[in-house]
């Protein structure tokens, strides 16, 4: 069986693979333990609105 994305999801899935290719090059130039250590501090600066907009009127 075959889903169809939507639009939004479409969009979603190209930043994914964004991510996972800055992943793997951040990895493959300096490990995973700084591109971890990297993923989680920009997820934390996005929480505390330090970067991105502060809220979501999306979600």
């Known amino acids: ?16 693979q964004s991510l996972a290719k800055i992943a793997e090059e951040m990895i ?17 600066w996005i929480a505390q609105g330090r970067i991105g907009k502060a809220e979501d009127p999306m979600h």
């Open 28 to 44: 493959d130039d300096h490990g995973k333990d700084f591109a971890t250590g990297a993923l989680i501090l920009a997820a934390q």
């Open 1 to 16: 069986m075959t889903q169809t994305l939507t639009t939004e999801e479409q969009s979603k899935d190209v930043y994914f």
